[in-house]
């Protein structure tokens, strides 16, 4: 069975650039997360998926931040313009449901210059 | 802030020792899980215990759980260099439909 996939894997960018992040979870999984994690620190929740609703986007900075799940299989997480302070792990994990198991994709590390 | 948090921060220890890593909570939760991160890796679920289990085993780990303290502890029998990880906990509540992670336990198994 696949797992988690995400890419690209690594990115830079200067900043005030837009930059793209995909992820394509395990099949059958109806929960997809987005985490943002900075060095040291455990993951943090920026949105959750239920199928393709948005049910949690409390953590996700909405004046830059952008996300979306097509047809509730994969997403896309956007960020337009990039800051500084953006630099980090960004995480992609899905489950069967909401509070199970979660499987985690390797990340994607943006480095914003 | 994270609900979760994991103590200690970082733990040093030689081949073949056990290591014991705790988490305590805040609020209730349905269940609790534990998740390994090897350096430039996503995390690997290791165990879940539910608020009705008490203990969970699984090959060289074992999870405790005490709800009434709202806490859990990790332990990892007989260490190898491979465990060298960090350890995260992650609370989850039904109500909420998520999980939260602590900022983890960073172990360091010298061969």
């Known amino acids: 069975e696949a797992g988690v996939v995400q890419s690209p894997r690594y990115k830079i960018i200067e900043k005030k650039q837009p930059v793209a992040f995909w992820c394509n979870p395990i099949?059958?999984?109806?929960?997809l997360y987005w985490y943002l994690q900075n060095l040291g620190q455990g993951p943090e929740l920026l949105i959750r998926y239920e199928n393709e609703e948005a049910v949690d986007d409390s953590q996700l900075p909405k004046d830059r931040f952008s996300a979306e799940r097509l047809k509730g299989v994969d997403s896309t997480l956007k960020i337009q313009p990039a800051e500084l302070g953006d630099s980090a792990v960004y995480l992609c994990a899905s489950s069967p449901g909401s509070a199970d198991t979660q499987y985690f994709g390797p990340g994607t590390r943006l480095t914003v210059l | 802030s994270q609900q979760g948090e994991e103590d200690p921060q970082a733990l040093s220890i030689q081949e073949g020792e056990n290591a014991t890593m705790n988490c305590s909570y805040k609020?209730?939760?349905?269940?609790l899980q534990w998740y390994r991160q090897n350096s430039g890796r996503g995390l690997v679920h290791l165990i879940l215990?539910?608020?009705?289990?008490r203990e969970k085993h699984s090959g060289r780990l074992r999870v405790t759980l005490d709800t009434s303290k709202k806490s859990s502890s990790l332990l990892i029998t007989a260490s190898r260099a491979a465990d060298t990880a960090s350890y995260f906990c992650?609370?989850?509540?039904?109500?909420?439909?998520?999980?939260?992670f602590g900022d983890g336990t960073t172990l360091t198994v010298k061969p």
């Open positions: 099949s059958g999984h109806n929960t």
């Open positions: 215990i539910r608020s009705n289990e």
């Open positions: 992650a609370t989850a509540n039904t109500n909420a439909g998520k999980s939260t």
């Open positions: 609020t209730s939760i349905n269940n």
